[in-house]
DNA sequence: GTGGTCTAGACCACG
DNA sequence: GTGGTCTAGACCACT
């Protein structure tokens, strides 16, 4: 489900989150879902287990995923869009400067159009 | 011309060669031009020499920015679009993912379209 | 396995980058190694840290090594030799201006090349 | 004769250095001739006289050219190759560093002997 | 413990 | 005056 790049410059707890983002997103881990216990996912991403429990604290901090004492984690029923005025602030700049580089990089709006298109259609289905 | 955010997760130098980019994207810096001195601007950004040697160092590398001996750093005459396939992947994946917490944001296709267009139009000019 | 010469015009940290890649050549280091900590090596060559990671960072850009978060650093695992051009035109060009030293210190081309049936001994082990 | 390249990382005055040894061991230069004054020089070159005049200062150091007060710099009559064991050692390792970076570069001795053949031909004319 | 970033302050080569 | 290198010492994020 999740791939891990040992060697990415994005840390690996990150590299958790966002792959369960993505999980999430996509539809193939859906509310109530029940995640692989701290354990199992650092034995099967052969990663450390603090490793892991980061990457569970930070998606329980924002919401996206809750545990219950004893039980396990969860997938939150409603992983409620915050539109939190600062995150999303931090998203437009994110995307301002990828736009920087892909100028440097000789890569137009089309080619990001069809990234974009590329992307959506792996949700709706 | 360039603005710093102390407290930003992202390191000074590293603001300061992204904002470098955009000035000369945006045709605020044109090929030939000056660079402040290491020490000019190190003095109006409040910041170490050392930072912003390295901030230009990084710029360097990417042949974005040539140094002279004595003279200073310039713009490059050509900052030839290497269209190189690994950065190039890095910014599709880097789009990836942006996407991805847009989603989680609520933010759909088209106000990601809507950011892109006037982000275009301020380069165009 | 690293010798610094304090008082060579080749900076520190150049030294070390170039007698790493030595190192990887000859097979002394290993696509997969270890590296020393930039603390450890600092500490064995009497060098400051600083310098060490600089040495470190810049075989990085190069795809020769490679870090691990928390982890430490690594020979990386194919050194793909990029054959670009423009690193290629300039050894071309060190290698000219090389024989036009050669040609003023009475060095003929049977010394040069038997230097090189040496060095390629070396690496062929 | 002598062509400048202003970003090269080689100093301006190595340039004009090598660039001399060069013109003297092809030939275009003979024992004796007349060098153009610091002036001149620093007029067709578009540099700084005292540029020019440190290149004739590490070229005299060498006993490559001599200055007569009042009539001006002439090249040696014997550029008495020095076989100084000092600089064939740096010599000697310059070409063992520049066999290492040849052979990340993919470069193999073939290649480096063609090169060294191209440039013996320009020599012996 | 690992590397990454930053500061302060120093010296040097180049033009 | 310009950038390049180096040191010493500090803090932080990641594992």
Do not use: C
Not at 51 to 63: C, D, H, I, P, S
């Amino acid at each position: 489900m999740l791939k891990i790049i040992e060697r990415s410059e994005t840390p690996i707890y990150e590299q958790i989150v966002q792959g369960m983002k993505e999980l999430i997103l996509k539809g193939a881990l859906r509310p109530g879902d029940k995640l692989p216990s701290v354990r199992e996912m650092s034995a099967t991403l052969l990663v450390n287990p603090n490793t892991v429990a980061k990457a569970y604290q930070e998606l329980e901090r924002y919401g996206i995923i809750q545990t219950s004492r004893g039980k396990g984690t969860f997938v939150a029923e409603s992983s409620a869009p915050g539109m939190e005025k600062e995150r999303l602030e931090k998203l437009r700049s994110s995307f301002h400067q990828l736009l920087v580089e892909a100028g440097f990089l000789g890569v137009g709006p089309e080619q990001i159009q069809a990234w974009m298109d590329e992307f959506h259609k792996g949700i709706k289905e």
